[in-house]
């Protein structure tokens, strides 16, 4: 009987094998910050990337800033020159859906509002080979959801990279309820390539890592709001007494005060607990387009030669 089941599980394990061999052009749709680290990892891993947005001028700026990167990691000697030009090689400009029609695997990394990422899926697939993979990026959003805006739920899977993508180490994947094995194996196996390391999470909101992380930024921009100290002294706090690589609203202004804000309504809606209410200060500072770092202004202000606190 073991043997039995042994054969069976080898043989999943060589069908995603072979899949994930298959995994030859991977589409990205998104080329913000996350977009471009996604597209940087994949073209270093010797894989086809084409890459959409909005208009070409935003491709155009993804671009730009995995050239950019790149340009670092070779002075850094983490890459050479010659795996820069080759990997930059592998990425082309899609500036329609349908030049993602001979991707094997497309990964949706948008703006997080999950009305435009089902916009997306839907007017997608029709583009796609009936067999390619449609992955989604999202922080917090489910799934199964997403899942439901497209015409392949069984074949659509949760692939959170973290940022910046080229040099965390992490990928969460997320199984949706209908995604297949065979989908969830050759996910698996396209992130190892990548040499990341998988944590799988359920689909809840948030999942593992912004479950855990945004309530402590939230929290953290409570204590600003209620005047229990000030930008400098809370980051410090919590570098220093915590022992943690950045502030939590310097790191907020990283990952993008839009993005923190759209992970807690998740959270607050999809729980249903008040513990996760958003704070009214990063409700404020996202109607005021003080978006973080991507728009030189959040819980610092970026337009000089370095960052001054905002509050
Ligand atoms: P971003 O604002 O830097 O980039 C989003 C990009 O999506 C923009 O270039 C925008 O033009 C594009 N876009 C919007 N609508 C589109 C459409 N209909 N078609 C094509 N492109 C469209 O945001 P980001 O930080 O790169 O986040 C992207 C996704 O990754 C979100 O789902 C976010 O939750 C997730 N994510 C973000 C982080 C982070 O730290 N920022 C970490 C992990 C996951």
């Known amino acids: 009987m073991n043997d039995v089941k042994d054969r069976a599980t080898a043989l999943a394990g060589e069908r995603a094998q072979t899949m994930a061999s298959n995994i030859r052009k991977v589409g990205v749709v998104g080329a913000g910050q996350m977009g471009s680290g996604i597209a940087h990892v994949c073209a270093l891993a010797g894989l086809n990337v084409a890459i959409n947005d909005l208009s070409g001028d935003r491709i155009k700026a993804g671009i730009a800033t995995i050239n950019g990167n790149m340009a670092r990691q070779v002075s850094r000697k983490r890459i050479t020159e010659d795996e820069r030009q080759a990997a930059l090689k592998r990425i082309a400009a899609a500036e329609s859906f349908d030049a993602l029609g001979d991707c094997d695997l497309v990964i ?23 067999d390619a993979i449609v992955a989604s990026n999202t922080s917090s959003i489910s799934i199964t959801r997403l899942a439901s805006s497209t015409d392949r739920p069984e074949r659509f899977i949760g692939i959170h990279f973290m940022n910046p993508v080229p040099l965390m180490e992490l990928v969460e994947v997320i199984r949706g309820i209908a995604t297949d094995d065979r989908t969830f194996e050759t996910t698996k196996q396209f992130i190892s390539k990548l040499g990341k390391t998988i944590a799988v999470a359920e689909d809840f909101p948030a999942f593992i890592v912004n479950r855990v992380l945004m309530p402590m930024i939230n929290e953290a921009i409570y204590t600003l709001y209620e005047g229990v100290g000030n930008v400098e002294a809370i980051d410090t706090a919590m ?3 915590a022992h943690h690589p950045m502030g939590p609203l310097e790191l907020a202004d990283f990952i993008g005060l839009d993005t923190c804000l759209s992970v807690m309504q998740v959270l607050h809606d999809g729980l249903a607990d008040s513990k996760y209410r958003p704070c009214p200060l990063l409700v404020k500072y996202v ?3 003080w978006l973080g770092r991507k728009t030189q202004r959040g819980f610092y202000d970026y337009r000089g030669e370095k960052p001054v606190p905002t509050r």
């Open 287 to 289: 109607e005021a387009g």
């Open 239 to 241: 570098r220093l007494g």
């Open 108 to 130: 949706e990394a948008a703006t997080e509002k999950e009305d435009v990422k089902r916009g997306i899926f839907t007017n997608l697939c029709p583009s796609l080979k009936p």
